[in-house]
């Protein structure tokens, strides 16, 4: 299966979350502790929640609810985007191509929750078989 940074999720979550680490460089410094930290918070927070559900492979509805928690985060970064074009502090483009790029992790995310057995990982249950069991002499 490869390596969480193999995930075509995980590498467009991180490609987001880096150009819009770079792009909020110039918001006004008034803006650093609401519009700037938040929008940089929740699209890292794509790339945490994703490392977490790839680690609860183990079990589907953890994996599922990590994926979805990534897909939330997804959400909040597009409202903060909304945020800083309505402020002007990113162009029109600036916005259509990150809300794109967005919008592209949404679409990986869904597959993923939608389709959980293709990224689970396969344990072997082991079967024990009671008559095979011998216990020691008392």
């Known amino acids: 299966m490869g390596t969480l ?15 819009i680490f ?9 803006e650093t502790y609401s519009l700037t930290d ?8 794509v ?3 994703l490392a ?14 990590k994926l979805s928690d990534a897909d ?21 483009e600036e916005y ?3 809300f794109n790029q967005s919008e592209e992790v949404a679409k990986l995310l869904s597959y993923m929750m939608n389709n959980p057995e ?6 072997p249950i082991l079967k024990t078989e009671s008559s095979n069991v011998k216990l020691p002499p008392a």
């Open 5 to 19: 940074r193999d995930l075509l999720a995980y590498k467009k979550a991180f490609a987001l979350a880096m150009g």
């Open 72 to 92: 939330t985060e997804n959400g909040e970064t597009q409202t903060w985007l909304e945020f800083a074009l309505a402020c002007q502090y990113i162009s029109e």
């Open 47 to 49: 790339n945490a929640n």
């Open 52 to 65: 977490e559900a790839y680690r609860k492979r183990r079990y589907p509805n953890h994996f599922i609810s």
């Open 96 to 98: 259509a191509s990150l």
């Open 38 to 45: 938040q929008i940089r918070r929740c699209s890292r927070s």
């Open 118 to 123: 293709k990224f689970l990982l396969k344990i």
């Open 22 to 30: 770079e792009l909020t460089k110039s918001f006004p410094k008034e």
